[in-house]
């Protein structure tokens, strides 16, 4: 598996977590990265990207203002800081990756991690 999402867990509605998404075996510097998440019954979604350059982020509208996508390049991680989290952000988060341009759709990435499940309840 290329990439390695961590992170999730419980949490209460208005708490914080921050999802990691780890590459082996190739680098992230190069890459446009998006997380993606899915709960169960709906369609998987987009949540963030962000371009190879860092020039460039897209939010899903539900998530601006409470989520921010970021990279550590001499980490070779990228990751997803969540705050004000709420029950409808309850899902199995993915992390991909792909050498072309940040695009919200989940049909343009190459590289997938397994989900790390976030769950939002009191």
């Known amino acids: 598996v290329p990439l390695q999402a961590s992170g999730g867990g419980l949490v209460q509605p208005g708490g914080s977590l921050r999802l990691s998404c780890a590459a082996s075996?190739?680098?992230?510097?190069?890459?446009?990265v998006g997380w993606f998440r899915q709960a169960p019954g709906k369609e998987r979604e987009v949540v963030s990207c962000?371009?190879?350059?860092?020039?460039?982020?897209y939010y899903t509208e539900s998530v601006k203002g409470r989520f921010t996508i970021s990279r550590d390049n001499a980490r070779n991680t990228v990751y997803l800081q969540m705050n004000s989290l709420k029950s409808e952000d309850t899902a199995a988060y993915y992390c991909?990756?792909?050498?072309?341009?940040?695009?919200?759709?989940?049909?343009?990435?190459?590289?997938w991690g397994q989900g790390t499940l976030v769950t939002v309840s009191s």
């Open positions: 991909a990756a792909q050498k072309g341009l940040a695009t919200p759709s989940w049909l343009d990435y190459d590289y």
């Open positions: 075996g190739f680098t992230l510097d190069d890459s446009a």
């Open positions: 962000i371009s190879s350059s860092d020039t460039s982020t």
